[in-house]
């Protein structure tokens, strides 16, 4: 199954292109740890970042969110497919292959509170991917780049000497964006980046990544349960189900306009921030739990809990269609 | 705690110059961790008299005074004599030397021992983690006395070889809370933060895991140097430690001290006290090291 974007190994535009990307878990039981199944997490995932773009994949918790861009950076063994870096198909590099690629992927994780370790000064944890990879000449150097650094994302280059535990949530979320551009990346991955962060420090932060984005023609493939978050920051979306995607598209499009079922009902349970509106609003709740991955639905992953099932949804995996702006997984659209 | 310290503090200089870090640290052991400072204190006397014992001690350790045999502390037998009218003080001085020698050692080594087995079964985890581990439960049935007795009897009572089991006892058992702390600060962000931006298993043990089990470490250190001690007095006193006529704590309390205690109570106090004040103050001293030494406890009580 494929995104259906043409040929793009040659695109010079392409970043990172994911195809049919698969990450299975194995269920271990016994004494033994022998492997009795295999629970499909991440279930033929497959799509594209272009250069200087914001791709944000939403989807519930448990849905693949984390393990597709951890498989993205191999950081997760991955069952099959192909990841391709700058057209350079990197899914079977070995650790040593993929240390000089890795200055080029960095990441921001959710929690800053454990992202930064807490015996480190904080010069010396921005400085960390330098020091990894061997930035710099000398060290004086180093320590501009550390300072330059700190003042790109808001902080105050004196405060090198200070631990992690001295600063606030936002200004350790800052902290993990400074490390994070040290090495002069090409693709950040924001896992959750704001989640943790107050709605005003949110803001900050989110304005933060876009400023940054524009002056250093960043890629980001931000992961986020939070819509609203998403809305005003992504240039496209993913929504992912159950370990594979229902529908990509441009932000406005998807959120203006959703077409699977699912996409409609997740924007559906957005609360509204007018009290007097929401009181007149019903959020109609998806029907049922989320099935088990251990035994994943056939056919399409949501004909259980889908208002508007038809009987071949529950039997036949749906192709991606063209709809609109957006590319939708669903029996509904496509050829009729 | 110190979220609302941070920038309302001016007085606290927020670089230390990299030279006044021991007066610094000193400084703020004795302010924030009086107790701990005691403790300091007391080790640092201990090492002291074990250091230049020969020096100090005022009369040989196996020089005997028949006609002032079981004497009561004096000033010229601050510690009195015992039943060979050897002064107490002297042995008790020499006895901190070998007590020092063989805690500092068998402890030093028990660490090394615990952090090699410990990382390599937690960090590495897997099939590693199962071998060592289930070496670790085998060596672990067997009673540590019963091991010590085995060796002492087959190769002979002597420092070395006391050293040696001592270390091997301590470390292995001591691996296990290695490994759980080797385990927790693995699964950390900040660990996977350094493995996904490229750096090696090196790197990641010397900047990530090292640090962040210094806590544990410290005190496992100052814990086991109290044991040791302990335990060579105890082998002492089955006349399986350090042969005589060398006097150890531990030879002092069970040999004369038992015999004649109630003839001389302080030929058991002296070297009782000594032992427990010893002890004790290492253990206060490690803990105050652990929590100074820790970034986020700074400014706090």
Redesign the interface.
């Known amino acids: 199954m494929k995104e259906p974007v043409s040929d793009l190994s040659k695109d010079n535009d392409i970043l990172v292109q994911v195809e049919d990307l698969k990450v299975h878990f194995p269920i271990a039981e016994g004494v033994f740890r022998r492997t009795v199944g295999w629970v499909p997490v991440v279930d033929g995932v497959s799509f594209v970042l272009r250069r200087g773009e914001t791709f944000s994949l939403v989807g519930e918790s448990g849905c693949g969110k984390s393990t597709t861009a951890y498989a993205m950076?191999r950081?997760q063994p991955v069952t099959s497919g192909r990841i391709l870096f700058q057209g350079e198909d990197i899914t079977h590099y070995s650790p040593s292959r993929?240390?000089?690629?890795?200055?080029r992927m960095?990441?921001v994780?959710q929690?800053p509170f454990?992202?930064?370790?807490?015996?480190?000064k904080v010069g010396s944890i921005i400085g960390?991917?330098l020091?990894?990879?061997k930035l710099f000449t000398d060290k004086a150097k180093y320590k501009e780049r550390i300072g330059e650094l700190m003042r790109l994302v808001g902080l105050l280059p004196?405060m090198a000497?200070?631990?992690p535990?001295?600063?606030?949530g936002g200004q350790r979320q800052r902290i993990?964006i400074a490390?994070a551009l040290a090495?002069d990346p090409d693709l950040i991955i924001c896992d959750e980046a704001v989640s943790a962060l107050d709605v005003s420090i949110q803001a900050q932060v989110l304005n933060l990544l876009m400023d940054l984005q524009e002056q250093l023609n960043l890629t980001y493939f931000f992961i986020a349960h939070d819509l609203s978050v998403v809305r005003h920051f992504s240039h496209r979306v993913a929504v992912m189900y159950l370990g594979r995607m229902v529908e990509i598209g441009p932000g406005n499009e998807l959120f203006s306009n959703p077409r699977h079922p699912y996409t409609q009902a997740l924007l559906n349970a957005v609360p509204t921030p007018h009290p007097e509106v929401e009181s007149h609003f019903s959020h109609e709740v998806i029907a049922g739990e989320v099935p088990s991955l251990r035994n994943p639905p056939k056919g399409c992953r949501f004909h259980p809990r889908c208002p508007v099932a038809k009987p071949e949804c529950s039997h036949v995996r749906p192709e991606w269609a063209e709809e609109g702006g957006t590319t939708v997984a669903c029996h509904l659209y496509g050829e009729r | 705690m110190?979220?609302v310290n941070?920038g309302q503090n001016p007085a606290v200089p927020?670089?230390v110059p990299r030279k006044g870090a021991l007066y610094s640290f000193i400084f703020r052991l004795f302010k924030e961790k009086p107790l701990g400072a005691v403790g300091g204190v007391i080790f640092l006397l201990f090492l002291f008299c074990g250091i230049f014992a020969d020096v100090l001690a005022p009369y040989g350790m196996n020089e005997t005074n028949m006609l002032r045999r079981l004497e009561a502390p004096s000033l010229a037998h601050p510690m009195g004599t015992d039943h060979l009218g050897r002064d107490v003080l002297s042995r008790i001085l020499i006895g901190a030397k070998l007590s020092m020698i063989v805690g500092f050692l068998a402890a030093g080594m028990a660490t090394v021992v615990s952090i090699v087995l410990g990382i390599a079964s937690g960090y590495f985890g897997k099939r590693t983690d199962m071998v060592i581990q289930r070496f670790v439960d085998a060596w672990m049935t067997f009673p540590d006395l019963i091991l010590l007795i085995v060796v002492v009897s087959m190769i002979g009572p002597g420092i070395p070889q006391i050293v040696v089991v001592l270390a091997l006892l301590y470390g292995i058992a001591g691996s296990r809370i290695i490994r759980g702390s080797v385990v927790s600060i693995r699964e950390?962000?900040?660990t996977?933060?350094?493995?996904?931006?490229?750096?090696?298993p090196l790197?990641i043990l010397c900047?990530?895991i090292l640090?962040?089990i210094?806590p544990v470490v410290i005190v496992l250190f100052t814990i086991r140097v109290g044991a040791v001690i302990l335990t060579e007095a105890g082998l002492s006193f089955l006349g399986l430690g350090v042969p005589p006529p060398a006097p150890t704590w531990g030879s002092m309390l069970s040999g004369s001290g038992r015999t004649y205690m109630y003839l001389g109570p302080w030929l058991a106090l002296a070297p009782g006290l000594c032992l427990t004040l010893v002890v004790y103050a290492i253990n206060v001293f490690g803990d105050a090291l652990r929590d100074l030494l820790?970034?986020?406890m700074?400014g706090s009580r």
């Open positions: 950076l950081m993929m240390r000089p690629l890795r200055r960095q990441m994780y929690d454990g992202s930064l370790n807490p015996r480190m960390e991917p020091r990894v990879h004196e000497d200070r631990y535990h001295e600063f606030s993990a490390r090495p | 110190n979220e941070m927020l670089l950390n962000l900040h996977h933060a350094a493995q996904s931006m490229g750096a090696r790197h900047y990530h640090p962040n210094m820790d970034p986020r700074k």
